[in-house]
């Protein structure tokens, strides 16, 4: 059912395609040509409005055949981490890389193609299927802004996949961890260093007071916290007055997550009391967890699909983020499906054709399988 060929080229025309988050125009009008002609009914949201980037998200629906069949989405995002303008793709032994010195960008267009040619090969077949909606998101990676702006509540869907994790394909994310930001201001005061060091306050020392007694890094199993930048000071003969520290959390516990931001927002605190300095806190949560049911009609359907092709169909948890955090905190029940890509955010990104392939047709046998089945009661 699915043209190898026409996958590949779908793949590579996507990558060459530069689309950095806030600037996917023109990837979005090829795609959004390249959906028409396929018969899909496309439309734009307004994300642009919302987000401020030049790129709506794309709304792609091909109208089943089966009516009683659950509505169902295939979502992938359109943009990829920098740098890939200038990109030249080289494939060696049935593996694309960049070959020039940017980077891939099969996050996420190895996401993207095989879902777009699985809709295909079925349009192609005339094969029975229920409605199936294509989700192709703008700026994923920036922290799911695409997917935030857009209204996935007012589609009637009843379920969906996000093509956007690493390898095995077959397996599937259907768990994750809450993430939440932390921007931390220590104020000090600035005094000449030389002249009245004890006029001023060295912001500096008090995020190291506090920073010396944080627990960091891997915190319990599903727990993690990181200092990810710090930014102060203008010379070396100045107190250095103030300090900007970012950081982040991530628990698959929300309590256990809140525990540990309040110990470090504390220890901050603490050590601006001692030495007499300020600290101002902002704390975001950047998406929350979601922890989708084996037994759920989304998870059967997708290991159904997987040992149909002879795949393990493993169930992952992770504590990164993906669009399927948005699409299950508005109440449509998503779970992340594992593409070929590899390295990914690094020159030396990578994904096979096969995997591509073992991709689409595992959409074709998730599109089959939903086709057996009812739309469930929205509860
Ligand atoms: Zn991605």
């Known amino acids: 059912m699915i043209q190898e060929e026409r996958l590949i080229s779908l793949f590579k025309n996507l990558c ?12 979005v009008a090829w795609t959004k040509q390249y959906l028409l002609k396929m018969g899909l009914e496309v439309v734009e949201d307004n994300a642009s409005e919302i987000i401020g980037g030049n790129a709506n ?12 069949a659950p509505r169902i989405f295939l979502s992938a995002h359109f943009d990829t981490v920098e740098p890939t303008e200038g990109l030249e793709i080289e494939e060696r032994d049935g593996v694309f890389y960049s070959k020039s010195d940017t980077i891939l960008g099969a996050d996420d267009k190895g996401g993207m193609a095989p879902i777009i040619e699985a809709v295909h090969a079925f349009i192609d077949s005339g094969e029975p299927h229920g409605d199936i909606v294509l989700l192709l998101s703008c700026a994923e990676e920036i922290g799911l802004k695409g997917a935030a702006a857009l209204k996935i509540e007012d589609l009637d869907l009843d379920f969906g996949y996000v093509l956007d994790t690493g390898p095995p394909v077959g397996s599937y994310v259907t768990r994750t961890g809450t ?27 008090v995020a190291a007071r506090a920073i010396s007694q944080m627990k960091l890094g891997r ?4 727990t993690t916290a990181n200092l990810g930048v710090i930014q102060g000071g203008s ?12 950081a ?19 220890l901050f605190a603490e050590a601006a009391s001692e ?19 084996e037994d759920s009609m989304v998870v059967q359907i997708a290991q159904r699909a997987s040992r149909a092709l002879g795949l393990e169909p493993a169930l992952r948890t ?6 399927a955090n948005i699409y299950n905190a508005k109440g449509i029940p998503s779970i992340v499906v594992a593409t070929g890509m590899d390295k990914i955010h690094t020159h030396d990104e990578y994904i096979s054709r096969a995997d591509m392939i073992k991709n689409a047709e595992l959409c074709v046998e998730i599109i089959r399988e939903t086709a057996k089945l009812s739309r469930p009661q929205k509860s």
């Open 179 to 205: 993430h939440d930001k932390i921007d931390i201001e220590i104020i000090g005061k600035p005094a000449h260093a030389g002249k009245d060091p004890e006029k001023g306050i060295n912001a500096i020392q």
């Open 248 to 266: 982040e959390a991530r628990s698959t516990n929300e309590q256990v997550l809140d525990e540990q931001v309040d110990h470090m927002v504390k």
């Open 235 to 246: 010379a070396t003969n100045v107190v250095c007055a103030s300090v900007l520290i970012r």
């Open 219 to 222: 915190i319990d199993a599903e």
């Open 318 to 323: 992770t504590l990164g983020g993906s669009d």
């Open 16 to 27: 060459l395609i530069n689309a950095p988050a806030l600037e996917e125009r023109e990837s």
């Open 57 to 68: 998200n794309l709304i792609a629906t091909l109208k089943g055949t089966v009516p009683s």
């Open 275 to 293: 030495y007499g300095a300020q600290v101002k806190i902002r704390h975001d949560r950047h998406y929350r967890a979601y922890n989708v049911s």
